[in-house]
Nanobody, 124 residues
Framework: QVQLVESGGGLVQSGGSLRLSCAAS????????VGWFRQAPGKEREFVSR????????DYADSVKGRFTISRDNAKNTVYLQMNSLKPEDTAVYYC?????????????????WGQGTQVTVSS
């Protein structure tokens, strides 16, 4: 059983930055692609970014491209999401999850072992 714990969320003004962390309870986490998703009130969960196990490949939603950067430290079993130039529309609960396949990497059904989420609120 893999447990994922997100942290780093908070309240920030528009244009500000936050760094989210996703820490895993097992070392096997380092051999998997990991994704970040977010869900705003009344909206469906949407893909934000993903990173392959080695960190050699990353992908981003168009809405965050150029502002967010995903990275990982496999020695610490942790994946990060650096968020810069935040906008009010980035407000959501952010989740990390482990990719298991079966569908595309931007589809939530391709992931299991979700964390509990961390709230990000961007004020205008």
């Amino acid at each position: 059983q893999v447990q994922l714990v997100e942290s780093g969320g908070g309240l920030v003004q528009s244009g500000g930055s936050l760094r989210l962390s996703c820490a895993a309870s097992t070392r096997t986490f380092s051999s998997h692609t990991v994704g970040w998703f977010r869900q705003a009130p009344g909206k469906e969960r949407e893909f934000v970014s993903r990173i392959t196990w080695s960190g050699s490949t990353t992908d981003y939603a168009d809405s965050v491209k150029g502002r967010f950067t995903i990275s990982r430290d496999n020695a610490k079993n942790t994946v990060y999401l650096q968020m810069n130039s935040l906008k009010p529309e980035d407000t959501a609960v952010y989740y990390c999850a482990r990719y298991v396949g079966g569908a595309t990497y931007y589809s939530a059904i391709s992931y299991n072992y979700w964390g509990q989420g961390t709230q990000v609120t961007v004020s205008s």
